[in-house]
């Protein structure tokens, strides 16, 4: 398994930027797709983003198409989340995961290894 340590979470005004990162030690981090799900008390944990190995295939859930940017930088072990135009409805924790499917998935249950989590809160 990979070890995942997210990194870039705070509070933001609405209609702010904030880039969260998340760094892999461990095996290959190449060899991972991943994803950022979010997390709000008493609900489930959902998909936000996904990137695949090469980093050539992205996927987005529809509430933050547009806003959002997943990438990832394999030289550097590291996946990130740069959300612009942020909404108080993005106020969460988010986490990043690492999954052995070629493309990655929206389902938490298809990723292997999981960071701690980062506390994103936006003010309105």
């Known amino acids: 398994q990979v070890q995942l340590v997210e990194s870039g979470g705070g509070l933001v005004q609405a209609g702010g930027s904030l880039r969260l990162s998340c760094t892999a030690s461990g095996r290959t981090f190449s060899t991972y797709s991943m994803g950022w799900f979010r997390q709000t008390p008493g609900k489930e944990r959902d998909v936000v983003a996904y990137i695949s190995r090469s980093g050539a295939y992205t996927h987005y859930v529809d509430s933050v198409k547009g806003r959002f940017t997943i990438s990832r930088d394999n030289a550097k072990n590291t996946v990130y989340l740069q959300m612009n135009s942020v909404k108080s409805e993005d106020t969460a924790v988010y986490y990043c995961?690492?999954?052995?499917?070629?493309?990655?998935?929206?389902?938490?249950?298809?990723?292997?290894?999981w960071g701690q989590g980062t506390q994103v809160t936006v003010s309105s």
């Open positions: 995961a690492a999954s052995s499917k070629f493309f990655g998935s929206r389902s938490e249950h298809d990723y292997e290894s």
